[in-house]
């Protein structure tokens, strides 16, 4: 089984639809990510959590909220999704007693908004 | 702030042949580097990660890396490189902190030919 799901895979949306991505992960991590990937554009981070009462504006969060619903728990909303917003999203996890930043990976949400 | 540089976007490599991928990073003090690498479809997994001690690093799939000072790099290496490999690497900077966030690089996407 795999330690860090998201749901869904893939979504497609239109322009103006609200849309929340979820994450979830087993491996009991304290700390919790949101990344966008783009083409050309590397991962770039949206938002992170290094516990459930702390929430982090990343590099790019304009046009999204998140939620830590627990400390498995990381979801990521689209308040009124645009198509530039379509892009692949990856969740990752953490874990600050290891004393280091190492990042596990979900296998990623497709998100295409028309 | 940190950042990370992959100078090469696309780069193709016969199977069998060596490989190196390069990697710069700007950071004050002595960083923390990872590279990462995504098949297609995939989530990114971790190959290897530099902390301290020994600047050459082994990895999972054969691959290592250096981490040289003096340049500020930490180029991803290969010595012989299978069909398999064919993916996208990402090398990432992270702080001693503990209290930061990762830094991807734009990704370097290898090709393998025959």
């Known amino acids: 089984d795999a330690d860090v799901t998201q749901t869904p895979r893939n979504r497609i949306t239109k322009t103006g639809k609200r849309i929340m991505l979820e994450c979830s992960q087993t491996?009991?991590?304290?700390?919790m990510y949101w990344y966008r990937q783009d083409p050309g554009l590397g991962l770039r981070l949206i938002y992170y959590s290094f516990d459930v009462k702390d929430i982090n504006k990343g590099e790019i969060s304009d046009g999204y909220s998140v939620s830590r619903q627990a400390q498995a728990k990381f979801s990521l909303s689209l308040e009124s999704a645009i198509p530039n917003q379509t892009a692949l999203y990856f969740c990752?996890?953490?874990?600050?007693?290891?004393?280091?930043?190492?990042?596990?990976f979900g296998p990623g949400t497709r998100l295409t908004v028309l | 702030a940190q950042s990370v540089t992959q100078p090469d976007i696309h780069i193709t490599v016969s199977e069998g042949a060596s490989l190196e991928l390069r990697c710069n990073y700007s950071y004050g003090a002595t960083p923390y580097l990872f590279w990462y690498v995504q098949s297609p479809g995939q989530g990114l997994q971790l190959l290897l990660k530099y902390f301290s001690g020994d600047t050459l690093v082994q990895g999972i799939k054969g691959f290592e890396a250096e981490f040289k000072r003096s340049q500020s790099s930490f180029n991803l290496r290969k010595p012989s490189v299978h069909w398999s490999d064919a993916a996208e690497y990402f090398c990432?900077?992270?702080?001693?902190?503990?209290?930061?966030?990762?830094?991807f690089g734009k990704g370097t996407m290898l090709l393998v030919s025959p």
């Open positions: 990432a900077v992270g702080e001693h902190s503990g209290y930061s966030t990762l830094t």
């Open positions: 990752a996890t953490s874990d600050s007693r290891r004393g280091a930043d190492t990042q596990y």
């Open positions: 491996k009991g991590h304290d700390r």
